[in-house]
């Protein structure tokens, strides 16, 4: 572009160039029109304008070139050019890597259902308190999952707020809501007799039968492996976990554990070995009787055995999960520590226990 006898103001062959100094930074900004005398003394007088406004300091970079990149870059409020949309990519890109595999497709499966549906669009500054809590007042969803929307959410304006885009927070002023603790239901001595004898007497009631004797959860029951067990000091270690057939971490750091065995888990142990066909180290425990191979989903035992048992002991169906609940019931009956179980089961501390299975406290 060839400057012109206004100062600041240059031409080409189909456009116009206003230059000024802004904050330090010079600035350059262009305007699609065929220069002509006329248009180049409305590009002067435009100049003139925003010189006075940045001298009298109240010039709006956004009120002259809104959809100049540098309208967000002076801008004091950066929220009014980004969508929730594009918040989401901005907390996934930072973020991700951090996560377990299981909580990415967690987090996906919460922002394509219930997120960007109904506040992709929107834009970052629009968004307020009164926007999420008229949404949660009518999501036909259980407080969990509202809540775990809120978390997230919270968690990508966190990052707008941490790289001063927005000024505050807005999931901060919005309540979680209330959760109903659901009842657990575990199953009763008689029921766990029951099921047991009514699963196949192979790996699969060797499964089952060390479910209930650990509680552990059904992914890190898949996960062991023969160097996790130390027989002479009767216990295990809870270091991996098996979710949607990929190796993970444990669910919390708590779930890192030290597990003290049941004697009636030991002895499941011990028989296993006996008939195991590769107990090396790093071999998998539990394996699938039909192919000798580790299981790779928690569906597969569940909807091939664990069904069919609990009809045919006739017992009210139950997930596998129960498992665990009736593990911590039966300790608390026999009176052991409550700070013991909830170290046993993984918890941080014994809250989870008093919250869930407070009747089966002394």
């Not at 300091?57 to 980004?82: C, E, L, M, V, W």
């Not at 009787?289 to 989903?297: D, V």
């Not at 179980?341 to 869930?356: P, Y």
């Given at each position: 572009m060839?400057?012109t006898?206004?100062?600041?103001?240059?031409?080409?062959?189909?456009s116009?160039?206003?230059?000024?100094?802004?904050?330090?930074?010079?600035?350059?900004?262009?305007?699609?029109?065929?220069?002509?005398?006329?248009?180049?003394?409305?590009?002067?007088?435009?100049?003139?304008?925003?010189?006075?406004?940045?001298?009298?300091?109240?010039?709006?970079?956004?009120?002259h070139?809104?959809?100049?990149?540098?309208a967000?870059?002076?801008?004091?409020?950066?929220?009014q050019?980004?969508t929730?949309?594009?918040a989401?990519?901005?907390?996934?890109?930072?973020r991700?890597?951090?996560?377990?595999?299981?909580?990415?497709?967690?987090?996906?499966?919460?922002?394509?259902?219930?997120?960007?549906?109904?506040?992709?669009?929107?834009i970052?500054?629009d968004?307020?308190?009164?926007?999420?809590?008229?949404?949660?007042?009518?999501?036909?969803?259980?407080?969990?999952?509202?809540?775990e929307?809120?978390?997230?959410?919270h968690?990508?304006?966190?990052?707008?707020?941490?790289?001063?885009?927005?000024?505050?927070?807005?999931?901060?002023?919005?309540?979680?809501?209330?959760?109903?603790t659901?009842?657990?239901?575990?199953?009763?001595?008689?029921?766990?007799?029951?099921?047991?004898?009514?699963?196949?007497?192979?790996?699969?009631?060797?499964?089952?039968?060390f479910?209930?004797?650990?509680?552990?959860?059904?992914?890190?029951?898949?996960?062991?492996?023969?160097?996790?067990?130390?027989?002479?000091?009767?216990?295990?270690?809870i270091?991996?976990?098996?979710?949607?057939?990929?190796h993970?971490?444990?669910k919390?750091v708590?779930?890192?554990?030290?597990?003290?065995?049941?004697?009636?888990?030991?002895?499941?142990?011990?028989h296993?070995?006996?008939?195991?066909?590769?107990?090396?180290?790093?071999?998998?425990?539990?394996?699938?009787?039909r192919?000798?191979?580790?299981?790779s989903?928690?569906g597969?035992?569940?909807?091939?055995?664990?069904?069919?048992?609990?009809?045919?002991a006739?017992?009210?169906?139950?997930?596998?999960?129960?498992?665990?609940?009736?593990?911590?019931?039966?300790?608390?009956?026999?009176?052991?520590?409550?700070?013991?179980?909830?170290?046993?089961?993984?918890?941080?501390?014994?809250?989870?226990?008093?919250?869930?299975?407070?009747?089966?406290?002394d």
């Amino acid at each position: 572009m060839k400057p012109t006898e206004f100062k600041g103001i240059y031409a080409g062959e189909k456009s116009i160039r206003i230059e000024f100094m802004f904050q330090c930074v010079r600035c350059r900004e262009t305007i699609r029109a065929t220069p002509n005398k006329t248009r180049l003394q409305e590009a002067a007088r435009k100049r003139e304008q925003i010189q006075y406004e940045i001298d009298m300091g109240q010039f709006d970079y956004a009120r002259h070139f809104p959809s100049s990149p540098n309208a967000r870059k002076f801008s004091t409020n950066k929220g009014q050019y980004i969508t929730i949309k594009q918040a989401v990519d901005i907390w996934f890109r930072h973020r991700s890597k951090a996560w377990a595999k299981s909580t990415y497709r967690g987090y996906v499966s919460k922002v394509n259902t219930h997120i960007l549906p109904n506040f992709g669009n929107m834009i970052v500054s629009d968004f307020k308190p009164s926007v999420y809590k008229a949404w949660a007042a009518t999501a036909d969803l259980s407080p969990k999952s509202i809540n775990e929307v809120r978390s997230i959410l919270h968690g990508i304006f966190k990052e707008l707020f941490n790289d001063e885009i927005i000024p505050s927070n807005p999931i901060e002023k919005c309540e979680p809501t209330p959760r109903r603790t659901k009842e657990v239901r575990p199953f009763n001595s008689e029921e766990r007799a029951k099921i047991l004898a009514a699963l196949p007497d192979n790996s699969v009631r060797d499964f089952y039968t060390f479910a209930f004797w650990t509680g552990l959860r059904t992914g890190e029951q898949l996960g062991l492996c023969w160097q996790d067990v130390d027989f002479d000091k009767n216990r295990i270690y809870i270091r991996q976990s098996i979710v949607n057939g990929q190796h993970a971490g444990t669910k919390t750091v708590s779930s890192s554990r030290t597990h003290q065995l049941d004697p009636r888990a030991l002895s499941v142990l011990q028989h296993i070995r006996q008939y195991h066909p590769r107990p090396a180290a790093q071999e998998r425990i539990f394996l699938d009787p039909r192919t000798l191979l580790p299981w790779s989903y928690d569906g597969v035992p569940r909807e091939r055995y664990w069904k069919p048992a609990l009809t045919a002991a006739k017992i009210d169906y139950r997930c596998p999960y129960t498992c665990r609940h009736t593990y911590a019931s039966t300790m608390l009956t026999a009176k052991e520590d409550p700070s013991w179980i909830a170290k046993q089961m993984g918890h941080k501390d014994w809250g989870m226990i008093r919250s869930i299975y407070a009747r089966w406290m002394d």
